[in-house]
């Protein structure tokens, strides 16, 4: 990254340097890079799990926003590193922070990128804010279906609670994108769910 020795160190995951420098210059902890980025989001997003704990060992700020809005606990669970996702929510941090922009949250962006541990944990932990949307109007459901996440969207549905029938502000309802994408599976298990029926049914269409 185009950023001090901090955070290469940071995205490198040399935790002998930072621990040093830092031990140095404490007040860096939550030193920004040109983006806003600080060490415990470039160490996040990379899943380096033992430089995450000594910088939340050192006070990093745990739901500091990069540029666009993103902490610590959106970047690793946009890559699907889900223990480090779960040393952060350990130390506070806010599962239900959106993005600036496109008010995207954790839980929607592990679901957009297909992240079935991170899906896992952040539902066992927040289900009440599964069918939270953006600024589309998506949920999380509705973005593991539209990339065919066949297991993201069973865990939102039979874990989570999801609601299958919230639509996007164009109008189209989960169903009908599993449909123009050709998902079949996603179709099967969305129809289950819309019936009423068990969706612990749903376990048997994997």
Same mark, same amino acid.
């Given at each position: 990254?185009?950023?001090?020795?901090?955070?290469i160190a940071?995205?490198?995951?040399?935790?002998?340097?930072?621990?040093?420098?830092?031990?140095?210059?404490?007040?860096?902890?939550?030193?920004? #890079?040109?983006? =806003?980025? $600080?060490? !415990?989001?470039? *160490?996040?997003?990379?899943? %380096?799990?033992?430089?995450?704990? /000594? &910088? +939340?060992?050192?006070?990093?700020?745990?739901?500091?926003?990069?540029?666009?809005?993103?902490?610590?606990?959106?970047?690793?669970?946009?890559?699907?590193?889900?223990?480090?996702?779960?040393?952060?929510?350990?130390?506070?941090?806010?599962?239900?922070?959106?993005?600036?922009?496109?008010?995207?949250?954790?839980?929607?962006?592990?679901?957009?990128?297909?992240?079935?541990?991170?899906?896992?944990?952040?539902?066992?932990?927040?289900?009440?804010?599964?069918?939270?949307? #953006?600024?589309? =109007?998506? $949920?999380? !459901?509705?973005? *593991?279906?539209?990339?065919? %996440?066949y297991r993201v969207a069973? /865990? &939102? +549905?039979?874990?989570?609670?999801?609601?299958?029938?919230?639509?996007?502000?164009?109008?189209?309802?989960?169903?009908?994108?599993?449909?123009?994408?050709?998902?079949?599976?996603?179709?099967?298990?969305?129809?289950?769910?819309?019936?009423?029926?068990?969706?612990?049914?749903?376990?048997?269409?994997?």
């Open positions: 990254p185009d950023a001090p020795h901090l955070h940071a995205h490198d995951g040399d935790v002998d340097w930072l621990a040093a420098h830092l031990d140095a210059h404490p007040q860096k902890v939550d030193h920004p #890079d040109g983006q =806003g980025w $600080t060490p !415990l989001h470039w *160490a996040s997003a990379r899943g %380096h799990d033992g430089l995450v704990t /000594v &910088l +939340l060992a050192r006070g990093a700020q745990v739901d500091r926003r990069n540029r666009w809005g993103c902490t610590a606990l959106f970047l690793a669970c946009s890559e699907g590193h889900r223990t480090t996702a779960s040393l952060l929510i350990g130390a506070g941090a806010d599962p239900t922070a959106t993005t600036t922009a496109e008010q995207v949250t954790p839980l929607m962006e592990a679901a957009w990128q297909g992240r079935l541990e991170c899906v896992l944990l952040l539902v066992r932990r927040e289900r009440r804010n599964v069918d939270e949307t #953006d600024v589309y =109007g998506r $949920t999380a !459901l509705w973005k *593991a279906i539209y990339f065919n %996440h069973q /865990v &939102l +549905l039979i874990e989570g609670k999801a609601n299958p029938f919230v639509a996007a502000l164009d109008g189209r309802m989960p169903a009908e994108i599993a449909g123009e994408r050709g998902n079949r599976a996603c179709q099967r298990l969305l129809e289950v769910c819309r019936s009423g029926a068990r969706c612990e049914s749903c376990r048997h269409h994997s």
